[in-house]
């Protein structure tokens, strides 16, 4: 059974920084998509960061420049890495992946990605 586990959260004071791990385990087909998403209390989970199966890397516009998605295939290992950390960056981020082959990992939703990881907390106070 597919099992994601993510780890690293924590609370860190606005500028600081973190990096998240997820780590996949009993998938038996490789990715297609990778990507972190984010749930503030009251909010809707949005899409942060994503990676293709060749390695291309997506941003949403408000973690540009901050943050950098990246995995390592030999260790079944997706990160995030999350710089200049602001309040507003305050969630539960989640790593979700898919495996089926879509054109196109830019842009994709929630529903398009069947396994997601239990969440780990992230708290940037001002």
């Known amino acids: 059974q597919e099992h994601l586990v993510e780890s690293g959260g924590g609370s860190v004071e606005a500028g600081g920084s973190l990096r998240l791990t997820c780590v996949a385990s009993?998938?038996?087909?490789?990715?297609?998509?990778m990507a972190w998403f984010r749930q503030a209390p009251g909010k809707e989970r949005e899409q942060v960061a994503v990676?293709?199966?060749?390695?291309?890397?997506y941003y949403a516009d408000s973690v540009k420049g901050r943050f950098g998605i990246s995995k390592d295939n030999g260790k079944n290992s997706l990160y995030l890495q999350m710089n200049s950390l602001l309040p507003e960056d305050t969630a539960m981020y989640y790593c979700?992946?898919?495996?089926?082959?879509?054109?196109?990992?830019?842009?994709?939703?929630?529903?398009?990605?069947?396994?997601w990881g239990q969440g780990s907390q992230v708290t940037v106070a001002s």
């Open positions: 979700a992946a898919r495996v089926y082959w879509i054109p196109d990992c830019d842009g994709t939703t929630r529903d398009e990605f069947p396994y």
């Open positions: 990676i293709d199966s060749v390695g291309f890397t």
């Open positions: 009993g998938f038996t087909s490789s990715w297609r998509c």
